[in-house]
């Protein structure tokens, strides 16, 4: 196959790729006008990341001063590529700055501000490459910060270090885009410089053969380069026709080979190696000269320039000083569109700030004439008429309008099947629709979207992962510690059975802190306890009850002792309270001790309580004989109005008494906690009751003229109302029921009276 290859090459007969276009070329600007070599600029602002991969490790701070190649951030990994000082001077921030993306996203960089001296650090120049193995030579190549310089930055070490079996290696010096004509000039002024590349690549790589694939339009570098490998057979340089996207990775390979890289996969798969030619001469420069990557060429262009020209940029370089170089017509006209890259595949830049990097090989900064779309502040894109122009120029054979819908959509899925990651974005399909679509910037935009969502997948993943290695480390301490523990306790266990002076001494140690830690928790508790004002206000809140029931015992006492000089007769139930009373309460005086006082109480109100049950029994049927009596004498009464009325008021009292008597049969349930001033308000009701019942009395008298057996009655039961207490402790709600009882009562007894008094009368 590689021999058909190399004499289909020599024929002059290639391949082709489908799609593409012929857009102007627009290269005759700046195709004439050699590298020019620029004055310092005041200072760098230097991205720490500057390729596919991560940003490496500061290895400066604020106010350090650096030397020119002095490295600036450290390689951890093999995507990390190290970035450099291009010149000396002091370190003045470390900050976020906008960077050269089409986003316009700002990433951490250095601000380095130049002082002019230029001063090298110190290198070592390798003459003779016999001398260094290839693994040196890998490490200065990675050393050196350098990554691919023609598409998306991939760092080189890794492409230089393949270890499969390599059939091919293309040298991109196509250059396919309009207006960039930096490879051009590269290859015309450092053809030689990109030789010695070529040939330590070889040395790394060993492939079958070297292709260098160039276009036809570029005559001079074509010369060039065949002069430099006019001795070297391994080495071919192909002159390929012109054609967008030519310089295509891809594209490139199926022209050279005639062989097409399928999706997913990449030309390593097969065997094949590409490289830049810019790539080549940063190899040549970092391994025989100790040369970082810290410089690359970039064509300033456009109709908005009065001198555009190619110039040797230092990285971190800001675009605004590279129009100033070039005389930028407009330069302070905020309509004024700068394109970072080629009218294809270039995006236009946020501010004139943004730096040079190592990818970065053209500004183009057009006049209105020349490409008036880039003056539109509003875009002319119309619904797509599903015309097919796109799927024919495309260089990968994708099918754009539908890319274009899902990423509308943000059918990520979908776009995935329809292959989106092949596209690489060369602007073909925009180029030739008629609807004006910016389809690379819906394609751009849906690529950075699908790329934020893998990494924090990947980000999730990574932790999960963590995650479980973290529970399953637990997991093992926790057995493991369990484990240690069973054994020390087994251990601990038999040489405690042992009979040994050691054994006994640590039976004895355990006795002992198990005592000491038993006695320190009944301390605490008896603190606790003695400390606490909850019992302190419980002991106070008993000692106040004691006292109120000692002191209501004493006047009951004092009471009854009263009744007794005066010869009036006491009831059993009263005397049996009394005696409990005061037992109680010299039980709670005597008694030293709080708990033994409220038991005694307890016990005597119990006591209490079932006498004056039977109490109440005792004095409901006195009451019933008492009206009976009453009847008998109303009998032998005179039957005129006087004596009726005589008889209501004899009534009306026994309902009184009948509801005094309840009264005090309840009260005497709550006599134990009711305070002393109750007995004086009972005796004032009494006194009330007694002077309405003698003022009926003393009109009957005066009326009858004389006493009768029923009035003789009515003293004795007043007699007897003059000894009661009418305690205040009795409820509301039993105190109405008692009335209401008491009242039917009398209605009832009045009633039968008042037929009694008729029957007599008929009688006589």
């Given amino acids: 196959m590689v021999e058909s290859v190399i004499e ?96 316009g996203l700002s990433q951490l960089c250095v601000f380095l501000d130049v002082d002019g001296e230029d001063t090298w650090r110190k290198r070592e120049v390798c003459p003779d490459l016999a001398q260094l193995s290839n693994h040196e030579i890998i490490e200065k190549i990675a050393d050196a910060g350098i990554a691919g310089m023609g598409g998306a930055g991939f760092p080189t070490h890794i492409k230089a270090n393949s270890k499969a079996d390599i059939k091919f290696l293309i040298i991109n010096g196509a250059e396919c885009e ?17 030789v010695d590349g070529i040939k330590i690549l070889d040395r790394l790589l060993t492939p079958t053969v070297i292709l260098i694939g160039i276009e036809d339009n570029k005559p001079k570098a074509i010369q060039a380069l065949q002069q430099a490998t006019k001795t070297i057979d391994k080495i071919k340089v192909c002159v390929v026709p012109t054609k967008y996207p030519t310089g295509g990775e891809k ?24 490289q830049n030619i810019a790539t080549c001469f940063a190899i040549n ?3 025989r000269h100790d040369t970082p990557l810290i410089r690359r060429v970039v064509t300033v262009t456009g109709q908005a320039l009065k001198k555009p020209q190619n110039v040797w940029a230092l990285l971190g370089t800001p675009v605004n000083f590279l129009l100033e170089q070039c005389d930028v017509e407009n330069i302070n006209n905020e309509k004024q569109p700068v394109i970072m890259g080629g009218p294809m595949m270039g995006f236009s830049v946020s501010s004139e700030l943004v730096p040079i990097v190592k990818t970065s090989n053209c500004i183009l900064v057009p006049s209105k004439t020349e490409m008036p779309s880039a003056f539109e502040k509003e875009s002319k894109e119309v619904e797509c008429i599903r015309c097919g122009q796109c799927s024919d120029v495309c260089p990968s054979q994708l099918l754009p309008q539908e890319l274009q819908w899902s990423a509308k959509a943000k059918d990520y899925s979908q776009l995935e099947k329809l292959n989106l990651r092949d596209c690489i974005d060369c602007g073909a399909c925009a180029y030739v629709c008629p609807s004006q679509i910016p389809l690379v910037h819906y394609y751009r935009i849906a690529k950075a979207e699908i790329r934020q969502q893998q990494q924090l997948d990947l980000k999730a993943e990574k932790a999960k992962i963590r995650f479980e290695a973290r529970k399953l480390r637990l997991e093992k301490e926790k057995i493991a510690r369990q484990e240690k523990h069973k054994k020390a306790a087994a251990a601990r266990k038999a040489a405690m059975n042992k009979a040994t002076p050691e054994a006994e001494g640590a039976k004895s140690a355990v006795a002992a802190a198990l005592a000491r830690v038993k006695a320190k928790k009944a301390s605490k508790e008896q603190t606790s306890t003695a400390d606490s004002p909850s019992n302190s206000s419980a002991d106070n809140v008993d000692d106040q009850k004691s006292q109120v029931a000692a002191a209501i015992a004493r006047a009951k006492a004092k009471k009854k002792l009263k009744e007794v000089s005066s010869d009036k007769p006491i009831t059993n139930s009263e005397t049996v309270n009394s005696v409990a009373e005061v037992e109680a309460t010299s039980t709670q005086q005597t008694s030293p001790e709080d708990k033994k006082a409220k038991i005694a109480a307890a016990v005597a109100r119990a006591k209490a309580k079932k006498l004056s ?7 409901k049927a006195s009451a019933n004989e008492e009206i009976t009596e009453e009847i008998s004498v109303q009998k032998t009464v005179n ?44 005796d004032d009701k009494k006194a009330k ?6 003022k009926a009395k003393s009109k009957a008298l005066s009326k009858a003229n004389a006493k ?36 039917a009562k009398a209605k009832k007894k009045l009633k039968e009276t008042n037929a009694v008094e008729e029957n007599n009368q008929d009688g006589v």
Wanted: no cysteine; hydrophobic share 40%.
């Fill in 8 to 103: 289909r090459i020599t024929r002059g007969r290639f391949w082709d790729f489908h799609g593409g276009i012929h857009p102007p070329e627009q290269k005759f600007l700046t195709k004439n006008k050699p590298i020019k070599q620029l004055a310092l600029p005041k200072q760098l602002i230097i991205p720490l990341q500057q390729h596919i991969g991560r940003e490496g490790d500061l290895l400066v701070s604020i106010g350090d001063h650096v030397l020119k190649g002095q490295a600036l951030t450290l390689s951890t990994n093999p995507m990390v590529v190290p970035i450099h000082a291009p010149t000396s001077g002091v370190i003045s921030a470390i900050k976020m700055s906008v960077i050269a993306h089409p986003s």
């Fill in 689 to 694: 009751v007694a002077a309405a019942i003698a």
């Fill in 639 to 682: 039957s005129d109005d006087k004596k009726a009325k005589i008889a209501a008021a004899i009534a009306k009292a026994k309902a009184k008494k009948l509801k005094n008597t309840a009264s005090i049969s309840d009260g005497e349930k709550q006599s134990d906690d009711a305070p002393i001033q109750n007995t004086v308000n009972a």
């Fill in 178 to 194: 309009p207006y960039i004509t930096s490879d051009d000039l590269l290859m015309m002024e450092q053809s030689n410089a990109i």
């Fill in 251 to 274: 594209q490139l390979v199926q022209i050279l080979t005639g062989q097409e890289v399928k999706s997913g996969r990449l030309p390593i798969h097969d065997g094949i190696v590409m």
């Fill in 285 to 287: 420069e970092a391994v």
């Fill in 708 to 743: 009768t057996a029923a009035e003789e009655k009515v003293e004795a039961s007043e007699n007897d109302n003059n000894g009661d207490v009418l305690p205040d402790g009795a409820t509301d709600k039993k105190a109405k029921i008692a009335a209401a009882i008491a009242k």
């Fill in 613 to 619: 049950k039977s109490t109440e029994t005792t004095d």
